[in-house]
């Protein structure tokens, strides 16, 4: 079965605490990419990686940090430095970055800062 | 700088009826649109990928047109069913931006009733 899996699908966090983000996928796709969408928003461009063990800063990248180690995974951390975490959580992937392919998203992970 | 506007922001109509949505764009210079759909707490599901040569795509009831030179799209969708009840948004690709940016509007919230 095809596609990009994120977990969790709900998370919690404590105010000042670190928390990671898995976005795996078996499309066998060079690029991958993290948006982040708030309600009554359009999605935005937080981080992308073109390929492996490159990553580029999105239009919202403070307080985000990622890693591209492998092809098939792309983890985002939320760090204790982003002022307002509470959203939702997008990883998509295209099969080589650029304007003529179509990405494909994953379930996404809602995060919630408590 | 790029802005993409999708009016109405919800719509609501009887099952059966034809309907359209608007996507505009204040850059012509893109090179492609994306018509996706999202459930409530969902992913984006593509539907349909316009390059900036093409004038429309279709695919079963979905029909979206592009006309670059008026920064509009539409998204056709014939004889409506309550399973089509999502929301809607459109991206497009600009010349000139980074390898990953997607440029989102917010979204058109569409209900059909049975």
């Known amino acids: 079965d095809g596609g990009i899996t994120q977990s969790p699908k709900y998370l919690f966090r404590k105010e000042g605490q670190n928390v990671t983000l898995s976005c795996e996928q078996n499309?066998?796709?060079?690029?991958m990419y993290w948006y982040r969408q708030d309600p009554g928003q359009g999605l935005r461009l937080i981080y992308y990686?073109?390929?492996?063990?490159?990553?580029q800063k999105g239009d919202i990248a403070e307080g985000y940090s990622v890693s591209r180690e492998k092809k098939e995974s792309f983890p985002l951390t939320v760090t204790s430095a982003q002022k307002n975490p509470t959203a939702f959580y997008l990883c998509a992937s295209s099969i080589v970055a650029g304007s003529d392919n179509e990405q494909f998203f994953g379930p996404g992970t809602r995060l919630t800062v408590l | 700088k790029q802005e993409v506007t999708q009016i109405p922001a919800a719509l609501s109509v009887p099952e059966g009826e034809n309907l359209v949505l608007n996507c505009s764009f204040t850059d012509s210079a893109i090179y492609n649109l994306q018509w996706f759909r999202q459930d409530p707490g969902k992913g984006l599901t593509s539907l349909l990928l316009i390059q900036s040569s093409q004038r429309e795509q279709t695919s079963g009831r979905l029909n979206a047109s592009l006309d670059k030179s008026s920064g509009r799209s539409t998204l056709y969708i014939a004889a409506s069913q309550p399973g089509d009840s999502a929301t809607y948004l459109c991206a497009v690709w600009n010349y000139g931006g980074s390898q990953g940016n997607l440029i989102f509007g917010k979204g058109t919230k569409l209900s059909v009733k049975p």
């Open positions: 990686s073109q390929i492996v063990n490159d990553f």
């Open positions: 499309l066998n796709h060079d690029a």
